[in-house]
């Protein structure tokens, strides 16, 4: 239903008619902040609504390992950088959303630990698994490769696909494309069904969706090639994987990096 000028009214062409739930992802271009969810990251959050997640916690004033709480009201916005960090040493696991001792989120960004600290997030991943000092990011990508195998059934469309969609069968391997960090695993975000992300450099992420199982958890560090889930159709109506690249936390077009074949 359109909006009309004046005096006129909008007409009315069934009232006894339910409207229709609007679906979440109109949120991306009214909502304006966002409330906190058990399970959701910083990574995540930003994910969901396309922003580069450094940029978010700029505009909240959230230090790095950007701990956010159950509750906290977050603004859906980007703030401007601050200045390139020094060299990454081991990284830290990335900080799921903490519930403080009290019900409410502090009103803006704690200034030192609360007495009680928050419920721990996942530990990472122990050296043996995967050592950091041989394969954490922070340096450029140079060689990309693909997450699994199967005919591409459906190509990045800019907005309307944010990535592609690869076929094959239940069960098949996903692999890391590059190494990296992994930053969200779960099913929090509505339509992805069983999620990874991994974070590569401080440019890139990749999302690997519609998994049967994960094989990873947060902060856990991965090779390039590593098997990080298991191809499946949770969230959907058939087995694929959803693959999707994001730079500076905007979709773009996977096959532009993959190599051919």
């Not at 956010?68 to 009201?73: C, H, R, S």
């Not at 009103?107 to 009680?116: E, N, R, T, V």
């Not at 958890?217 to 058939?238: C, H, L, P, Y």
Request: one cysteine or more; aromatic letters at 6%.
């Amino acid at each position: 239903m359109v909006g009309c000028g004046g005096n006129a009214r909008a007409p009315v062409e069934d009232r006894n008619a339910r409207p229709a739930p609007a679906p979440r992802v109109q949120a991306l271009q009214s909502q304006r902040s966002y409330r906190v969810q058990p399970g959701d990251t910083l990574y995540s959050i930003a994910f969901r609504y396309g922003f580069d997640y450094r940029r978010v916690a700029a505009a909240n004033g959230i230090p790095a390992p950007y701990t956010i709480y159950v509750g906290q009201q977050l603004l859906l916005r980007e703030g401007a950088l601050p200045a390139a960090p020094a060299a990454p040493g081991k990284p830290a696991a990335p900080a799921r959303a903490a519930k403080p001792a009290t019900q409410s989120p502090p009103s803006s960004a704690p200034k030192s630990a609360p007495k009680s600290a928050p419920r721990a997030a996942p530990p990472a991943a122990s050296a043996a698994t995967a050592p950091p000092a041989a394969v954490y990011t922070g340096q450029k990508v140079t060689a990309w490769r693909w997450p699994t195998s199967g005919k591409v059934m459906r190509r990045y469309s800019g907005s309307v696909h944010k990535g592609i969609d690869i076929g094959g069968k239940r069960g098949d391997p996903v692999v890391a494309v590059a190494a990296g960090k992994v930053v969200y695993a779960g099913t929090g975000i509505v339509g992805l069904g069983e999620l990874v992300i991994v974070k590569h450099n401080e440019e890139y992420l990749s999302a690997y969706a519609h998994n049967d199982a994960l094989l990873v958890s947060e902060g856990q560090v991965v090779r390039a090639g590593e098997s990080i889930a298991r191809k499946g159709s949770s969230g959907t109506d058939s087995v694929k994987l959803h693959f999707e690249i994001r730079r500076e936390g905007k979709p773009i077009d996977p096959l532009r990096l993959l190599p051919r074949r």
